[in-house]
């Protein structure tokens, strides 16, 4: 595993150019990262930079280290594709040309996904302002590669679906969801999920039986923009419906309490 420094000048702007970028892909690692496989099953990774050189830097380096990566250079762009790309980690620079990394990291809390800040702030002040707002980890630039793989390999472990006593195969009468794996099987054959419908029944299934409310499924899935848009609850539960339930007009699994929320009975 390389060892490669991203470094600073006395600016703070980092100096990387073509060959330098090219020279943080480790070459062809023959092990595979713990928490990921060289198969179809990655973990989502959002990398929050205004440094399109660094970003993409990172971007090359955690894609050959088989990450799904996507990138936002703004604070903005970022809540957007929280919103939409559904990553199980994020990794935020605080120095974003529109919005303060702060400001994004309160936003994107509303979930339960890991945070790293990665920035040039370092004194302690400003870490335990992002610590108390909700950051998981902090590194400060210049940074080492194989630091920034090993907290991400922790932040992966922490997360709420790879706690010991959370059951990774959730299985009913008529299908079978496996969290690990990222798919769901009814009759013996798997069933198409769009990225939305997974996220929001990835948030149901981890919390069986208990009642989530729409507020919270709106933040966690959508964003904290989104609040208030019930109509889009109603419209993917009723394409998780119709992809799960025997009798989507009488749903046995997915229910929903009116004007309080929604919840997953595995025992139904």
């Not at 496989?37 to 973990?43: A, L, V, Y």
Request: charged letters at 20%; glycine letters at 6%; a neutral charge.
């Amino acid at each position: 595993m390389c060892a490669v420094r991203v470094t600073l000048n006395a600016t703070g702007t980092p100096r990387l150019s073509a060959p330098d970028i090219l020279n943080l892909v480790p070459h062809q690692p023959t092990t595979t990262p713990p928490g990921n496989s060289s198969g179809p099953i990655t973990t989502r990774l959002l990398v929050v930079d205004d440094d399109r050189a660094l970003a993409r830097a990172l971007e090359i380096n955690l894609r050959a280290y088989h990450y799904e990566v996507s990138v936002a250079h703004t604070g903005r762009a970022a809540l957007d594709q929280f919103a939409h790309f559904h990553p199980q980690v994020v990794i935020l620079d605080l120095g974003l040309p529109d919005l303060d990394g702060l400001e994004v990291l309160a936003g994107i809390r509303y979930g339960e996904v890991p945070v790293i800040v990665l920035s040039a702030r370092s004194t302690s002040v400003e870490k335990v302002a992002a610590l108390d707002a909700g950051a998981d980890d902090y590194i400060t630039k210049p940074f080492a590669m194989d630091e920034l793989l090993a907290r991400l390999r922790v932040a992966i472990r922490r997360r709420p679906s790879a706690d010991r006593g959370s059951p990774t195969v959730i299985t009913t009468p008529d299908f079978v969801i496996d969290l690990a794996a990222r798919r769901v099987l009814r009759e013996q054959q798997e069933v198409h999920l769009t990225p939305t419908e997974w996220a929001m029944l990835e948030l149901l299934v981890q919390r069986p039986g208990q009642l989530i409310s729409g507020a919270q499924l709106l933040a966690e899935v959508w964003g904290p923009s989104y609040a208030g848009q019930t109509n889009y609850l109603r419209v993917y539960m009723a394409q998780l419906r119709r992809k799960l339930e025997p009798n989507p007009a009488q749903p046995r699994y997915l229910i929903t309490a009116p004007g309080a929320g929604y919840r997953f009975d595995p025992a139904a």
